[in-house]
Protein backbone atom coordinates (compact mmCIF):
# COMPACT_ATOMS: atom_id res chain seq x y z
CA UNK A 1 0.00 0.00 0.00
CA UNK A 2 1.15 3.47 -0.41
CA UNK A 3 -0.19 6.58 1.09
CA UNK A 4 -1.08 9.75 -0.72
CA UNK A 5 -0.85 13.10 0.49
CA UNK A 6 -3.25 15.16 -1.79
CA UNK A 7 -3.08 19.19 -2.07
CA UNK A 8 -4.87 20.91 -4.10
CA UNK A 9 -2.53 24.27 -4.68
CA UNK A 10 -3.77 27.52 -2.93
CA UNK A 11 -5.61 30.61 -3.95
CA UNK A 12 -5.15 32.28 -7.42
CA UNK A 13 -7.17 35.89 -8.24
CA UNK A 14 -8.32 33.71 -11.02
CA UNK A 15 -9.65 31.17 -7.79
CA UNK A 16 -11.11 34.40 -6.70
CA UNK A 17 -13.05 35.35 -10.12
CA UNK A 18 -14.57 31.88 -10.27
CA UNK A 19 -12.53 31.66 -13.29
CA UNK A 20 -12.16 28.56 -15.58
CA UNK A 21 -7.98 28.08 -14.96
CA UNK A 22 -7.57 24.98 -16.64
CA UNK A 23 -3.85 25.18 -18.17
CA UNK A 24 -3.69 28.67 -17.72
CA UNK A 25 -0.26 29.14 -16.07
CA UNK A 26 -1.33 31.60 -13.19
CA UNK A 27 0.53 32.58 -10.28
CA UNK A 28 -0.74 32.29 -6.31
CA UNK A 29 -1.84 35.35 -4.90
CA UNK A 30 -0.89 36.65 -1.81
CA UNK A 31 -3.90 34.97 0.39
CA UNK A 32 -2.04 31.29 -1.62
CA UNK A 33 1.26 32.38 -0.76
CA UNK A 34 0.29 32.23 3.06
CA UNK A 35 -1.42 29.20 2.13
CA UNK A 36 1.45 27.49 0.66
CA UNK A 37 2.88 28.38 3.88
CA UNK A 38 0.62 27.30 6.43
CA UNK A 39 0.60 23.69 4.50
CA UNK A 40 4.64 23.59 5.14
CA UNK A 41 3.93 24.72 8.99
CA UNK A 42 1.69 21.90 9.23
CA UNK A 43 4.10 19.00 7.62
CA UNK A 44 6.90 20.01 9.51
CA UNK A 45 8.18 17.21 11.62
CA UNK A 46 6.66 14.73 9.20
CA UNK A 47 7.97 12.57 6.79
CA UNK A 48 7.45 11.64 3.15
CA UNK A 49 9.17 10.35 0.95
CA UNK A 50 8.58 12.66 -2.45
CA UNK A 51 7.16 15.35 -3.12
CA UNK A 52 5.04 14.89 -6.84
CA UNK A 53 3.60 18.46 -8.05
CA UNK A 54 1.47 19.18 -11.56
CA UNK A 55 4.04 21.38 -13.94
CA UNK A 56 1.37 24.55 -14.17
CA UNK A 57 2.96 27.57 -11.75
CA UNK A 58 0.67 27.55 -8.87
CA UNK A 59 0.96 24.11 -7.72
CA UNK A 60 4.82 24.33 -7.96
CA UNK A 61 4.19 27.68 -5.88
CA UNK A 62 2.61 25.87 -3.20
CA UNK A 63 5.01 22.54 -3.36
CA UNK A 64 7.65 24.95 -2.94
CA UNK A 65 7.57 25.64 1.00
CA UNK A 66 6.58 22.09 1.27
CA UNK A 67 9.31 20.42 -0.26
CA UNK A 68 11.53 22.61 1.64
CA UNK A 69 10.05 21.39 4.79
CA UNK A 70 10.36 17.82 4.28
CA UNK A 71 14.01 18.52 2.89
CA UNK A 72 13.16 17.04 -0.94
CA UNK A 73 13.08 17.99 -3.87
CA UNK A 74 9.74 18.61 -5.93
CA UNK A 75 9.47 16.09 -8.92
CA UNK A 76 7.34 17.68 -11.89
CA UNK A 77 4.48 15.50 -13.30
CA UNK A 78 2.38 16.90 -16.52
CA UNK A 79 -0.27 13.79 -16.05
CA UNK A 80 -1.33 15.43 -12.57
CA UNK A 81 -2.60 19.19 -14.79
CA UNK A 82 -5.86 20.31 -14.26
CA UNK A 83 -8.39 19.33 -17.02
CA UNK A 84 -8.08 21.49 -20.21
CA UNK A 85 -10.98 23.29 -20.91
CA UNK A 86 -9.42 24.50 -24.51
CA UNK A 87 -10.70 28.22 -25.20
CA UNK A 88 -12.50 28.88 -22.25
CA UNK A 89 -9.60 28.45 -20.41
CA UNK A 90 -9.01 31.86 -17.94
CA UNK A 91 -12.49 32.91 -18.65
CA UNK A 92 -15.24 33.66 -16.34
CA UNK A 93 -18.67 32.19 -16.39
CA UNK A 94 -20.97 34.31 -17.20
CA UNK A 95 -18.53 35.29 -20.24
CA UNK A 96 -18.53 31.74 -20.83
CA UNK A 97 -22.41 31.92 -21.27
CA UNK A 98 -22.31 34.85 -23.17
CA UNK A 99 -19.67 33.98 -25.66
CA UNK A 100 -19.97 29.80 -25.74
CA UNK A 101 -23.70 29.33 -24.74
CA UNK A 102 -23.78 26.10 -26.37
CA UNK A 103 -20.59 25.06 -24.96
CA UNK A 104 -22.21 26.40 -21.12
CA UNK A 105 -25.26 24.27 -21.74
CA UNK A 106 -23.10 20.95 -22.67
CA UNK A 107 -20.62 21.60 -19.51
CA UNK A 108 -24.14 21.69 -17.60
CA UNK A 109 -25.10 18.73 -18.47
CA UNK A 110 -21.69 16.91 -16.84
CA UNK A 111 -21.30 14.03 -18.93
CA UNK A 112 -17.59 12.16 -18.98
CA UNK A 113 -17.49 12.41 -22.90
CA UNK A 114 -18.48 16.03 -23.02
CA UNK A 115 -15.16 18.39 -23.94
CA UNK A 116 -14.87 22.44 -23.95
CA UNK A 117 -14.25 23.44 -27.58
CA UNK A 118 -10.28 22.62 -27.95
CA UNK A 119 -10.81 21.17 -25.08
CA UNK A 120 -10.45 17.72 -22.50
CA UNK A 121 -13.20 15.23 -22.27
CA UNK A 122 -14.14 14.32 -18.35
CA UNK A 123 -13.44 10.70 -19.81
CA UNK A 124 -9.99 11.76 -21.21
CA UNK A 125 -9.01 13.63 -18.28
CA UNK A 126 -9.75 10.59 -15.74
CA UNK A 127 -7.40 8.37 -17.87
CA UNK A 128 -4.95 11.02 -17.55
CA UNK A 129 -4.69 11.53 -14.18
CA UNK A 130 -5.38 7.83 -12.63
CA UNK A 131 -2.27 6.75 -14.99
CA UNK A 132 -0.10 9.83 -13.31
CA UNK A 133 -1.09 8.14 -9.95
CA UNK A 134 -0.66 4.95 -10.75
CA UNK A 135 2.46 5.93 -12.42
CA UNK A 136 4.03 7.46 -8.75
CA UNK A 137 2.33 4.59 -6.56
CA UNK A 138 4.26 1.99 -8.67
CA UNK A 139 7.26 4.08 -8.22
CA UNK A 140 6.49 4.25 -4.22
CA UNK A 141 5.00 1.17 -3.39
CA UNK A 142 4.65 1.49 0.50
CA UNK A 143 5.99 4.99 0.92
CA UNK A 144 4.19 7.83 1.83
CA UNK A 145 4.55 10.38 -1.26
CA UNK A 146 2.67 14.40 -1.01
CA UNK A 147 0.84 15.06 -4.16
CA UNK A 148 0.43 19.15 -5.13
CA UNK A 149 -2.04 18.99 -7.99
CA UNK A 150 -5.59 20.71 -8.68
CA UNK A 151 -9.07 20.56 -7.96
CA UNK A 152 -10.29 18.69 -10.58
CA UNK A 153 -7.62 16.17 -10.47
CA UNK A 154 -9.09 15.44 -6.41
CA UNK A 155 -12.19 15.27 -8.08
CA UNK A 156 -11.29 12.48 -10.49
CA UNK A 157 -9.26 10.42 -7.72
CA UNK A 158 -12.24 11.44 -4.98
CA UNK A 159 -14.54 9.83 -7.50
CA UNK A 160 -12.35 6.08 -8.40
CA UNK A 161 -11.99 5.82 -4.49
CA UNK A 162 -15.97 6.50 -4.15
CA UNK A 163 -16.70 4.66 -7.28
CA UNK A 164 -19.33 7.46 -8.34
CA UNK A 165 -18.49 7.17 -12.31
CA UNK A 166 -17.85 10.68 -13.98
CA UNK A 167 -20.82 12.11 -14.95
CA UNK A 168 -22.71 14.40 -12.88
CA UNK A 169 -21.56 17.12 -10.75
CA UNK A 170 -18.89 16.82 -8.50
CA UNK A 171 -19.96 15.46 -4.92
CA UNK A 172 -17.11 16.65 -2.73
CA UNK A 173 -15.35 19.89 -1.17
CA UNK A 174 -12.13 20.56 -2.64
CA UNK A 175 -11.09 23.49 -1.24
CA UNK A 176 -7.59 25.52 -2.16
CA UNK A 177 -4.58 24.30 0.13
CA UNK A 178 -6.71 21.58 1.75
CA UNK A 179 -5.38 18.32 3.39
CA UNK A 180 -6.18 14.76 1.82
CA UNK A 181 -4.82 11.36 2.13
CA UNK A 182 -5.82 8.64 0.58
CA UNK A 183 -4.29 4.44 1.00
CA UNK A 184 -3.97 3.11 -2.50
CA UNK A 185 -3.90 -0.78 -2.70
CA UNK A 186 -3.88 -3.24 -5.66
CA UNK A 187 -7.37 -3.11 -5.41
CA UNK A 188 -8.96 0.03 -4.92
CA UNK A 189 -8.36 3.07 -2.83
CA UNK A 190 -9.24 4.18 1.02
CA UNK A 191 -10.19 8.25 2.16
CA UNK A 192 -8.23 8.62 5.46
CA UNK A 193 -8.90 12.48 5.12
CA UNK A 194 -10.05 14.82 3.18
CA UNK A 195 -10.79 18.25 2.94
CA UNK A 196 -8.98 19.47 6.18
CA UNK A 197 -8.34 23.23 6.57
CA UNK A 198 -7.80 23.21 10.18
CA UNK A 199 -4.94 24.92 8.90
CA UNK A 200 -6.45 27.95 7.28
CA UNK A 201 -9.45 28.38 9.60
CA UNK A 202 -8.54 32.69 10.39
CA UNK A 203 -7.96 32.94 6.86
CA UNK A 204 -10.69 34.58 4.41
CA UNK A 205 -13.49 32.40 3.52
CA UNK A 206 -12.71 30.73 0.06
CA UNK A 207 -14.59 31.17 -3.14
CA UNK A 208 -15.94 28.33 -4.12
CA UNK A 209 -17.25 27.15 -7.32
CA UNK A 210 -20.39 24.65 -6.40
CA UNK A 211 -21.08 22.67 -9.55
CA UNK A 212 -24.50 21.52 -7.78
CA UNK A 213 -25.59 25.36 -7.31
CA UNK A 214 -24.95 25.76 -11.41
CA UNK A 215 -27.72 23.43 -12.06
CA UNK A 216 -30.06 24.95 -9.67
CA UNK A 217 -32.85 27.00 -11.61
CA UNK A 218 -32.77 29.90 -9.49
CA UNK A 219 -28.73 30.47 -10.21
CA UNK A 220 -29.15 29.86 -13.69
Avoid: C
Avoid at 94 to 115: S, Y
Avoid at 140 to 163: C, E, F, N, P
Amino acid sequence: MTELVLIRHGETDMNRELRFQGHVNVALNAIGLEQARRLAARMAGQKADAVYVSDLLRARQTAEPIAGELALQPVPESGLREQSFGRVDGMRVDDIQRDHPEAWAGWLRFEEDFAMPDGESTRAFHARVMEAVQRVVVKHRKQRVVVVTHGGVLDMIYRTARSLGLNGPRQSDIPNAGFNRIRVRDDGIDILDWADTRHLADLPPQPVYDQQKLLKPSDA
